[in-house]
């Protein structure tokens, strides 16, 4: 990618900067799963191998110091992209999913009681339900679930609605892994913080399409996955309030989480290291960092413009092929990217493979999340999930094929 400031991009020379989009024919559409990885942060990683390779935090020599100023360079990188007050707030993880379930065990343990109630979101991905379910039944709370209409649109009236004297945390996303839809968290926040109740964010498929500031948002967690931002597997992130985060006990125990051990007591490590037990993911930090500089030269004014562009272009040319349904918003402006969509008498796994026949690359199945498949009454769907680095090309190529899956499946049409 040039070095230049310019407002819009050539997406010729962006992705020639991805390997895998030069190495294949197939158009890669599941971007809301796994994103490809530049080759900015492909040898971000690779250099810290071959320079700085040693474990961070316990060697007082060169190249361990090296490895931990990298780590921590890598943290304030984060920080400053999410806007958070101090590195101390920026835990980082393996993914959104242990994010998640850190704060579900760790914050769970000292603030549910039994009766209390947990309020869920039914758009929910997986991770950020099933660990509230799971610290529920620990401490005798009760999961009650947050609602939506066809469109995926929750209110601030409607989260009100379901609020009660035993509310004690609010989890929600910010966008929608079916929908795309985001969510107005900032006024969510407010609400929750009205009450004194904690509100958990999923930012898996917002940090990396749009400005994300925690302190704006206010909200008391966000979690998010570098695999869905251009960095590799395995790195992730909790961002938590300070104020919370010194209450919590460790998720888990071991190497470099402690400040000292005696036979009968136990002095934890401050923050943010005694939540990273063990030998940390040093190159996926480092991968994350590079992945964070190489969005942020891109911009997300154009980031947001060129995907919504491509988001409005599918739609449209979806909406008018005959048997196919979209779910959410009929406004393709709120769908972030995120087309989930039906095909009348064609089961979504066979929607997927006819499209990979035609080097297609889609996701289909409930997408993580078979609660919000149950409330719209759908077994399955599928899913196809944009990035700046697409095509419209892909986008034509997708829609051609999609219109023949009826035909394909013997339907005439």
């Given at each position: 990618?040039?070095?230049?400031?310019?407002?819009?991009?050539?997406?010729?020379?962006?992705r020639r900067d991805f390997p895998l989009l030069q190495n294949t024919d197939y158009a890669y559409l599941d971007n809301a799963a796994t994103s490809q990885k530049p080759v900015q942060v492909l040898d971000a990683v690779r250099?810290?191998?071959?320079?700085?390779?040693?474990?961070?935090?316990?060697?007082?020599?060169?190249?361990?110091?090296a490895a931990t100023e990298a780590y921590e360079d890598a943290r304030e990188t984060v920080r400053e992209f999410i806007h958070a007050k101090s590195t101390g707030e920026i835990i980082f993880t393996r993914n959104a999913s242990?994010?998640?379930?850190?704060?579900?065990?760790?914050?769970?343990?000292?603030?549910?009681?039994?009766?209390?109630?947990?309020?869920?979101?039914?758009?929910?991905?997986?991770?950020?339900?099933?660990?509230?379910?799971?610290?529920?039944?620990?401490?005798?709370?009760?999961?009650?679930?947050?609602?939506?209409?066809?469109?995926?649109?929750?209110?601030?009236?409607?989260?009100?609605?379901?609020?009660?004297?035993?509310?004690?945390?609010?989890?929600?996303?910010?966008?929608?892994?079916?929908?795309?839809?985001?969510?107005?968290?900032?006024?969510?926040?407010q609400v929750c913080h009205e009450r004194d109740i904690v509100i958990v964010a999923d930012g898996a498929q917002s940090v990396p399409h749009m400005p994300v500031d925690v302190q704006d948002l206010d909200v008391d967690f966000?979690?998010?996955?570098?695999?869905?931002?251009?960095?590799?597997?395995?790195?992730?992130?909790?961002?938590?309030?300070?104020?919370?985060?010194?209450?919590?006990?460790?998720?888990?125990?071991?190497?470099?989480?402690?400040?000292?051990?005696?036979?009968?007591?136990?002095?934890?490590?401050?923050?943010?290291?005694?939540?990273?037990?063990?030998?940390?993911?040093?190159?996926?930090?480092?991968?994350?960092?590079?992945?964070?500089?190489?969005?942020?030269?891109?911009?997300?004014?154009?980031?947001?413009?060129?995907?919504?562009?491509?988001?409005?272009?599918?739609?449209?040319?979806?909406?008018?092929?005959?048997?196919?349904?979209?779910?959410?918003?009929?406004?393709?402006?709120?769908?972030?990217?995120?087309?989930?969509?039906?095909?009348?008498?064609?089961?979504?796994?066979?929607?997927?493979?006819?499209?990979?026949?035609?080097?297609?690359?889609?996701?289909?199945?409930?997408?993580?999340?078979?609660?919000?498949?149950?409330?719209?009454?759908?077994?399955?769907?599928?899913?196809?999930?944009?990035?700046?680095?697409?095509?419209?090309?892909?986008?034509?190529?997708?829609?051609?094929?999609?219109?023949?899956?009826?035909?394909?499946?013997?339907?005439?049409?």
């Open positions: 990618m040039s070095e230049m400031n310019s407002s819009r991009w050539n997406i010729g020379d962006i250099e810290f191998y071959e320079t700085k390779n040693a474990n961070p935090f316990r060697g007082l020599y060169p190249l361990s110091e242990e994010s998640l379930n850190l704060v579900a065990y760790s914050l769970g343990s000292i603030l549910f009681q039994p009766g209390d109630e947990i309020v869920v979101s039914i758009a929910e991905h997986h991770s950020n339900m099933l660990p509230w379910r799971g610290a529920a039944e620990r401490a005798g709370a009760k999961v009650v679930y947050l609602e939506c209409g066809e469109d995926g649109r929750f209110t601030e009236d409607m989260l009100r609605d379901v609020l009660t004297d035993r509310t004690r945390l609010v989890a929600i996303t910010q966008v929608s892994n079916v929908f795309g839809r985001e969510n107005d968290i900032r006024r969510f926040a966000l979690a998010f996955s570098g695999h869905k931002m251009l960095a590799p597997d395995g790195i992730g992130v909790l961002y938590g309030k300070k104020k919370w985060l010194e209450k919590m006990p460790p998720f888990l125990s071991g190497g470099e989480m402690i400040e000292s051990v005696t036979r009968d007591k136990i002095i934890y490590a401050e923050l943010p290291h005694k939540f990273e037990a063990g030998t940390v993911n040093a190159g996926g930090a480092v991968g994350l960092a590079e992945a964070v500089r190489y969005i942020q030269r891109l911009g997300f004014d154009w980031v947001e413009e060129r995907e919504q562009s491509l988001t409005a272009l599918a739609y449209s040319r979806m909406k008018d092929i005959p048997g196919v349904r979209i779910f959410g918003s009929d406004d393709p402006a709120d769908h972030h990217g995120i087309l989930t969509f039906t095909v009348d008498g064609v089961h979504p796994h066979d929607v997927s493979e006819i499209l990979s026949a035609s080097k297609i690359a889609v996701r289909a199945g409930h997408h993580c999340a078979q609660p919000l498949m149950g409330h719209l009454k759908v077994g399955s769907t599928t899913r196809v999930s944009l990035a700046f680095y697409n095509t419209e090309e892909e986008i034509l190529r997708f829609t051609e094929a999609l219109g023949q899956v009826r035909r394909v499946m013997g339907y005439g049409e």
